[in-house]
C-alpha cells in the first residue's frame, strides 16, 4: 500500500489539508539539470555551481559561465531555480582559487568569505547570472553559501542586487545565522537551511568522518531547534524558508520541517515520491505535533520513534 501510494503521489507538494511544501530537486551541472528538467517538481532548490569548476585550474569567463547557468535554467522556464554562489573551500576545493594552506579549512576562508578575498569572481558570477536570468524565462534566485551574520548578508544583497539579481537570499548553515535569522531575513527575500553544515558546526563534528554519525545526525534536539528560530523568523517576515541539506530527503523528518516552519523541501531526484507522498498523508496540526515531539526528544532515536507513531509510519 505504501508503494502504491507513492507511485501514485504527483504534481506541487502539500499536507493532507492543503498547505503547500515546495518540492525541489538538488542539481551541480547542466547534465544534472537536463536529466532533472523533466521530472514532476516545482523547479530547483539547490544548483550547487561550484561543481561545475572542480577540476577547472582557470576561473571560468563571464562568457562561459553565462553560457553554463543559460543552459541550466532553459530546463526550468516559469519554475522556481535557487543558486548558489561558489561555495569554495574546504570539503570542495577549487584549484583556480588559491588559498593557501588552512588548518581548519571547515572554519576557514569557504563559501560567502571566498567573495572578501576573490572579490572579481563573485562579481563576474553574479553577473553572468543576472544575464543567464534576463536570457531565460526562468525564476531566478541566487543565494550565498556560509553566511554567519546580518553585515555578511546585507553585503552580499547588496553586490546581488547592483548586478541586477531580484530574488536574493542567504543559506543558514552556520549556527550564528540560525540564531540571528531575523536580522539576516531583513536583508533578504528568502533563506536556505543547509542542514549539512549546519550538523555538522552545531555538534562540532566533520562532516566527512563518518564515525562519528549519531553526532551530525539532523535528527538532533538542538540542530530541529535552530531549524525552528529560523522557521519562526522566515514566519514572522513572511519570506520563504527551504531545507536544502540531506535532511530534506528523509520521508519521516519533512512533516517535522514543515511543523517548525519550513516551506520548501530540495533534494535528489529519486528522493522526492516518497517525501511528497509523506506530505501528503499528514494535515498541518500533525506536523506541528511531529516537530513538538522531534523537539522534546533526548535524541535522535527517540525523536524519530516518537515521529513515526505521531504520523503513523512503521
Ligand atoms: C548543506 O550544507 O547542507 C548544503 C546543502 O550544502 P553543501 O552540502 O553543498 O555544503
Ligand atoms: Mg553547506
Same mark, same amino acid.
Given at each position: 500500500a505504501d508503494k502504491a501510494r507513492i507511485a501514485a503521489a504527483s504534481g506541487p507538494g502539500h499536507t493532507a489539508d492543503g498547505t503547500p511544501v515546495h518540492l525541489l530537486v538538488n542539481i551541480g551541472t547542466v547534465d544534472d539539470a537536463a536529466k532533472a528538467g523533466?521530472?514532476? %517538481?516545482?523547479?530547483?532548490? =539547490?544548483? !550547487? @555551481?561550484e561543481f561545475m569548476y572542480l577540476g577547472k585550474t582557470s576561473a571560468p569567463s563571464l562568457d562561459e559561465q553565462t553560457a553554463s547557468y543559460t543552459a541550466v535554467l532553459e530546463q526550468f522556464a516559469g519554475r522556481r531555480v535557487v543558486v548558489r554562489t561558489l561555495d569554495a573551500g574546504s570539503d570542495k576545493p577549487l584549484p583556480? =582559487?588559491? =588559498?593557501? @594552506?588552512?588548518?581548519?579549512p571547515a572554519l576557514g576562508v569557504r563559501g560567502l568569505r571566498i567573495g572578501t578575498v576573490f572579490p572579481e569572481t563573485l562579481a563576474t558570477q553574479l553577473t553572468a547570472l543576472a544575464r543567464a536570468g534576463e536570457a531565460t524565462g526562468a525564476d531566478l534566485w541566487v543565494m550565498a553559501p556560509m553566511v554567519a551574520t546580518a553585515d555578511e548578508a546585507a553585503g552580499f544583497a547588496a553586490l546581488a542586487r547592483e548586478s541586477g539579481l531580484t530574488k536574493v537570499g542567504a543559506m543558514i548553515e552556520i549556527p550564528a545565522a540560525a540564531l540571528r535569522a531575523a536580522d539576516l531575513l531583513a536583508h533578504l527575500d528568502f533563506v536556505s537551511i543547509g542542514t549539512n553544515d549546519l550538523s555538522q558546526y552545531t555538534c562540532a563534528?566533520? !562532516?566527512?568522518?563518518?564515525? =562519528?554519525a549519531q553526532l551530525l545526525d539532523p535528527w538532533q534536539p538542538a540542530v530541529l531547534d535552530l531549524i525552528a528560530m529560523v522557521g519562526a523568523a522566515g514566519a514572522a517576515a513572511g519570506k520563504s524558508v527551504g531545507v536544502c541539506g540531506e535532511? &530534506? %530527503?528523509?520521508p519521516t523528518l519533512a512533516p517535522v520541517l514543515v511543523g517548525l516552519g519550513v516551506t520548501s523541501l530540495s533534494m535528489s531526484?529519486? &528522493?522526492?515520491p516518497a517525501v511528497r507522498a509523506a506530505l501528503a498523508a499528514v494535515d498541518r496540526q500533525r506536523c506541528q505535533d511531529a516537530a513538538d515531539a522531534a523537539c522534546a526528544a533526548r535524541n535522535p532515536q527517540a525523536g524519530r520513534a516518537a515521529v513515526a507513531a505521531i504520523i503513523g509510519r512503521a
Open positions: 523533466p521530472v514532476d %517538481s516545482e523547479g530547483v532548490g =539547490l544548483f !550547487r @555551481t583556480f =582559487l588559491d =588559498l593557501g @594552506t588552512e588548518e581548519n563534528v566533520d !562532516r566527512m568522518a563518518g564515525g =562519528l535532511a &530534506a %530527503s528523509d531526484v529519486p &528522493a522526492l
